[in-house]
């Protein structure tokens, strides 16, 4: 992984460089910020800075036996440590025991989050740690010799995970740091950390990414228009992870629109058969696109509303979204937007708390039918 490779944060990178530059590495680092803001990413392609024996003033080399070994992920000073879900019987215990999946993840995409991890070995809702063996093991790695004569690093993803023994154990390692090595923290919740912990680390900020820096990535990355990925650029709120997920997942916005155009139409002739055909139907997504759908919802109703009263130019529609909110936004005003955007931000809380999403829409359908007609 390049620098260039990383996605918007061009301070950070001048700040890092600066940091190789002068030879000052701090040996234990907290890259903190929101989810999918690129800090994973910026973790390894800095470790391939590092570790390059040709570096240029912005970048790795990318063509020395270091930089090769960095982008199969194969480079025996990278290690990497990350929650697990325990399982006996299958003999998972730390994250050793899942490298194989990890890595090929980050050959993927270093852009992903939890949920995504967890989706990839299908063990979506169960509770992952990181356990106290992952402390020993950590440091069990570091104390080998460094292979290339440079530095030794270790990128924890998700310290917040840790549970107290593992993170006191991992204080220890810290404060008395093994030679030549460096710790990237890659954090999205500062709040999860032990203080003592956050006190032996730099703390390296990462803001939300921009839309737009977020929308020409994946409009580059997927070859789609550039309303489509603006749009889901702006669903994502610049969570990168997010936003690919959106594209991904949901095979782009086509099934989260076709899906909303039906619940409205549904929502206003209000036959019981087709509300509940289209609860289903929303309930069957999985739990990542129900809550990008309720997203997408609400940002329909809000250039509803755009539409309506301010007539502006509208500049996170598709061709058909736009086609078809010229007949739509009429039923929405103010009347009922308050009410609607209420009833989509619960539904939205309440996915994330693990509602049962069969209940959860089809409740959602029938406040619809009657906010759907006020004020028309
Ligand atoms: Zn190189």
Known sequence: MLFKEVVGNQETKKTLLQQAEGGRVSHAQLFLGPEGSGKLAMAIAYSQ???CDAPTAT??????PNCLKMKSLTHPDLHFSFPV???KTSKIGSSIDRIKEWNALILKSTYFGLNQWQEELDEMGKNAAIAVEE????????SLKSYSGKYKIMIIWLPEKMNTQAANKLLKILEEPPEQTVFFLICNNSEGILPTILSRTQIVRFPALSVSEVSNFLANRFHIETAVAESAATLSQGNLNEAIQILQGAKSQNLF???????????YTANPIE????SDEAASLDKENQKNFVKYGLHLFRESIILNYMKGELLNLSNDERKFLEKFARFINNQNITELLSEFNDAHYHLERNANSKILFSDLLIKLTKLIKKGI
């Not at 402390?135 to 570091?142: C, N, P, V």
């Open 85 to 87: 879900v325990a399982n």
């Open 257 to 267: 629109f076709d899906l909303f155009v039906k619940m409205m139409r549904a929502a």
């Open 275 to 278: 509300l509940m055909d289209i």
């Open 59 to 64: 970048d790795a080399c990318d063509q020395c």
């Open 135 to 142: 402390s020993k093991l950590i440091l069990k790695r570091l």
């Open 49 to 51: 800075y590092l570790l």
